[in-house]
């Protein structure tokens, strides 16, 4: 049996139709360099101090020296957990005493933020954090947050492969782009952490699995030489060109909830690729659906201005096709002969 390539070298390499393919799912990649780092802005943590409440009458003096100063990093600061005790900072000030001068500060006793935080607006206009206090003692919600997200990521990279296997990769790609966007607009009106945190597990399976669909209906529709084009650019630098557009973005947009919004339209406009977009000639091939196949590249053969041959897959083909349709492969397969473990290994290695 002709390989694929050789069946369908009369398309060329670099004809309309290839070009198409090529640059719609490159672009559909650049919502993915959204989601990769969107955490570092959506969860970021602003500088913060304990909220003096006005109820607790201190003076200008006291109110400045109710939080205690402490070592970070080297440097002398206020501390973002503590305070001195209000009721006795408000007994202080009532007698009109003065921190520093009838008063040693550091002697008094402390406590916790007990009325909340007061963030500093400098950078951001609000967060995740600030929304629901992630600091202190729940400052390690912060890491799981992001933690659950490539969570999600290794879930979707193991299922995603499978889904395309079974359902097609044009259907997973679609399906897997709805749950990403779907998801994160949801997920702008979060109503607690938890239901934030969920959803971001959530779009992060979404996300790498629309990411390996793209990649795997490229890789399989284009030529040789495109293909390789493809896998090391094309992907790679629309991924890149949304990793950088990214921070330019959250520099206007300070507000999470806006950002994410923001990150996320970009996601709807994917859905006329649909009707742009063919399923996988090579994938048809495999569950036997041969004329649908066909079509596929005869269209592909007009859009590029060439004539396809009258016969693209000889008899023989066909019936080797449909052999071969019903064979299933699992994860085993990346270890049955010694290449293919070579190119797994190198696979993870890079990664």
Not at 76 to 83: I, N
Request: glycine content about 6%; proline content about 4%.
């Amino acid at each position: 049996m002709r390989d694929y390539d050789e069946a369908t070298s009369f398309l060329g390499d670099w004809g309309p139709f290839q070009l198409t393919i090529f640059f719609l799912l490159s672009a559909s990649i650049i919502p993915n360099g959204f989601t990769g780092l969107s955490a570092v802005f959506l969860v970021a943590i602003p500088e913060h101090r304990c909220l003096v409440p006005d109820s607790a009458n201190l003076s200008q003096a006291w109110s400045n020296a109710s939080i205690p100063w402490e070592e970070r990093d080297g440097q002398r600061v206020q501390s973002r957990c503590w305070r001195y005790r209000l009721d006795i900072l408000t007994n202080y000030s009532a007698r009109g005493l003065m921190p520093g001068v009838h008063v040693n500060v550091s002697n008094i006793e402390k406590e916790k933020c007990l009325d909340g935080w007061h963030y500093d607006q400098d950078l951001y206009q609000s967060t995740v954090v600030t929304e629901w206090d992630l600091i202190c003692n729940n400052d390690w919600k912060v890491p799981l947050t992001s933690s659950l997200f490539f969570l999600g990521v290794l879930l979707g990279s193991f299922v995603s492969g499978q889904m395309s296997d079974r359902f097609g990769r044009k259907k997973v790609l679609f399906a897997t782009m709805a749950v990403q966007t779907g998801f994160s607009i949801v997920q702008v009106f979060s109503v607690n952490w938890e239901m934030f945190t969920v959803l971001f597990l959530i779009v992060g399976m979404g996300q790498i699995s629309n990411y390996v669909a793209a990649f795997i209906l490229g890789a399989e529709i284009l030529g040789k030489s495109v293909r390789i084009i493809f896998s090391t650019l094309g992907v790679c630098i629309f991924y890149a060109i949304g990793y950088m557009l990214l921070p330019l973005i959250a520099y206007f947009i300070r507000d999470w909830r806006t950002l994410l919004m923001a990150l996320t339209v970009p996601g709807l406009f994917c859905i006329p690729l649909w009707w742009i977009i063919p399923e996988s000639p090579r994938w048809l091939l495999s569950q036997g659906r041969i004329s649908e196949a066909e079509e596929i590249i005869r269209r592909a053969a007009k859009k590029n201005g060439v004539t396809p041959p009258d016969v693209i897959f000889s008899p023989s083909e066909l019936q080797d096709l449909k052999d071969q349709s019903h064979k299933a492969y699992t994860f085993f397969d990346l270890l049955k002969t010694r290449n293919i473990r070579i190119v797994t290994f190198l696979s993870i290695l890079l990664w």
